[in-house]
């Protein structure tokens, strides 16, 4: 059988009470209510999570590569996608800097 547990009774402060607390908050250095300015910069903690946003956006594509590439790329460890990626820029760069257009 379980038991019902009271919950504690909330106490709310009397008015002088209430002044009193506010009159100590506010005279906290450490603790001063925010400006408007402070208050208009603030941004949603949700905005701020996840990944940095790059400044060169990729492109999301499917590709087939051969096993023996992917297993060479995949054994070198974490990151090996940017790894790779980076290996590709430079044969792009090279093959610019040759002359060669990529057209067929």
Do not use: N
Not at 84 to 103: F, I, P
């Amino acid at each position: 059988m379980s038991k019902i547990s009271e919950r504690p009774a909330i106490h709310m402060p009397s008015l002088e009470e209430d002044k009193a607390i506010t009159g100590a908050a506010e005279s906290d250095p450490d603790a001063q209510p925010l400006t408007a300015e402070q208050l208009k910069a603030m941004v949603p903690l949700k905005s701020l999570r996840g990944r940095p946003r790059s400044e060169s956006k990729k492109v999301l594509l499917s590709v087939r590569y051969s096993p023996e590439v992917v297993a060479y790329f995949k054994a070198t460890g974490d990151g090996w996608q940017s790894r790779m990626d980076s290996v590709l820029r430079e044969y792009v760069e090279h093959q610019a800097k040759a002359g060669c257009t990529g057209d067929l």
